[in-house]
């Protein structure tokens, strides 16, 4: 029909880089994370950023931008050391974050973090940066449970999770627990507690022994402990996508 335009559909846009692309870069501080979830805001992904990549060592900052269409789905993440950042890039690469398979390589220039820190920084025109806001870690007055306490819980497939962060949400619990073999679902957080659900007692074991003690970036570390099979006082499971 004259005039007429059928509409075109506009496709996803494809961010996610080969991996190996820039395996030539040299170890550095600072690693390049791309196919990021484009929907998150910025508050959300840096937390979620700052809460699964603070286990490899500190982080000095994180960079991304969410307004800027250039830039979605990217951050940038300073480590404090040069060991974690190459840690944080071996194990984590084509990891699962928030249904998407990150692509991690090292950044191909030094980060104005490190550079002013070892006194090579140059200023240059930089855009405005939203303010950061403070991420408040957990009551260092929280008590943990004792190794007899443990020992008088009969072992299950369900594992109770405590002194979470007060940011904490199920994205981020699943982020860290769906990895091992058996995940089922994880309850909402819930002063400070939440309760994860594998499918045997075996695999709960597996994955309370890798990450009993787990840090996170603000060095408050994760106690963990088998539950009973039902403790409606502390959420409603929620099975993963």
Sequence with gaps: MPGFQVPQRTMPRDRAQPIGKWAHLPPNNTIYVNNVNEKLKREELVQSLRHVFGQFGKIVDIICYTKILKAKGQAFIVFDQIESATKALTEMQNFMFYNKPIRVSFAKAKSDAIS???????????RPREKKTKVKGEPAAKKLMTDNNRQAIVKSNILIVSNLPDDAN????????????????VTEPSGGKCRVKFDTEANATISLRAMQGFKFFNNVKLDIAYGQAEAPSIGTFVKKE
């Design 116 to 126: 002013k820190r070892d006194g090579s920084f140059h200023p240059r025109m930089k």
């Design 170 to 185: 199920q994205t981020m619990i699943q982020m860290l627990f769906r990895k091992y073999p058996g995940y089922h679902s």
